[in-house]
């Protein structure tokens, strides 16, 4: 199967297996057309969005950096709510976004802590507060993933570690340390569980990606070693249930997608000026979301198999 991006007729505002081959259709060179732009929404505005997150009902959760809130833009519709800020948490600066359940849970880089809201916005509770889950290293918490069961990895940026806590929030088993040999990391600031179960990170002052089991045991980087890196600073990253790896890149400007044969594509939204990826998400429904820091938006993507 081959997926492909193109612009979708209408506006809708509504890890080592191989990987599925992938082109761009539609689209010449390496830009793509984007099926909806977010910027302001029902006089809600984006600022610095930093995570983005859907729930099977096509709603949008958006973890915007600055000023520090998290929006929810309604499936469908011209309206977006924005959450209940933390009591407590000043300067609140949520990183990342991810839903469990009916749950939907941020990383607040300032507070260093994993908190707890439910899907209209109401705030619930502190789930982990990082300051108290290392008596000797400061925990520095960015990225998020969250797996169908519950367990939960978090990438510590400080200390050159995932952790990885089980559904009942023990931490079962952090890996990494700081190097660049496989296997270890810099300045990690993205994770995400593949639909096998295994573990992307975002190796971002390695410039590359690395792919762990489940335990957190290494498999292997993307790309390879020794072939072509387009990589400057990956943030985030995300495996499509088909196989392939989508990357976001702010540093180099640009989405990176990876095949099963190496090749890879660069993309850009077209007409969009600087362009700063900061988080990517892709469902089952066919769709690619995508944040940008510099254009202050979130982009909508169709993504089809033929």
């Not at 890890?15 to 689209?27: E, N």
Request: proline residues 8%; contains cysteine; aromatic residues 10%.
């Amino acid at each position: 199967m081959v997926g492909s991006l193109y612009l979708a007729a209408a506006l809708s505002l509504s890890c080592a297996p191989p990987l599925a081959r992938f082109k761009p259709a539609g689209s010449p060179g390496d830009t793509i057309d984007p099926v909806a732009v977010y910027q302001t929404v029902d006089a809600v505005k984006l600022g610095e969005p930093l995570g983005v997150s859907v729930d099977l009902q096509g709603n949008i959760f958006i973890a915007d950096g600055l000023p520090g809130q998290l929006i929810r833009i309604e499936a469908g519709r011209d309206a977006a709510r924005e959450f209940q800020p933390p009591p407590r948490q000043p300067g609140f600066r949520p990183s990342d976004i991810k839903l469990q359940g009916f749950f939907i849970y941020t990383i607040d880089q300032v507070g260093r802590a994993l908190l707890r809201y439910d899907k209209d916005g109401a705030y619930r509770d502190i789930l982990l507060n990082f300051n108290e889950t290392d008596a000797v290293r400061r925990v520095s918490p960015c990225g998020l993933g969250v797996d169908s069961s519950g367990r939960i990895a978090i990438t510590d940026v400080e200390n050159h570690q995932i952790l990885m806590f089980d559904v009942y929030l023990n931490l079962e088993k952090a890996f990494g340390n700081y190097g660049s040999y496989p296997g270890q990391l810099d300045s990690p600031e993205g994770v995400s569980f593949t639909p096998a179960g295994d573990l992307l990170v975002a190796d971002t002052g390695n410039k590359r990606i690395q792919w762990f089991g489940s335990q957190g045991e290494f498999i292997q980087t993307v790309p390879a070693p020794g072939s072509p890196n387009p990589l400057v600073q990956p943030r985030r990253v995300v495996m499509a249930e088909d196989g392939r790896i989508y990357i976001a890149d702010p540093g180099a400007g640009r989405l990176f997608v990876f095949d099963d044969t190496g090749l890879r594509q660069s993309l850009r939204p077209r007409g969009a000026g600087e362009f700063r990826p900061t988080d990517v998400e892709v469902t089952g429904s066919g769709r690619l979301y995508v944040t940008d820091a510099a254009g202050r938006a979130l982009y909508v993507f169709k993504v089809v198999s033929d």
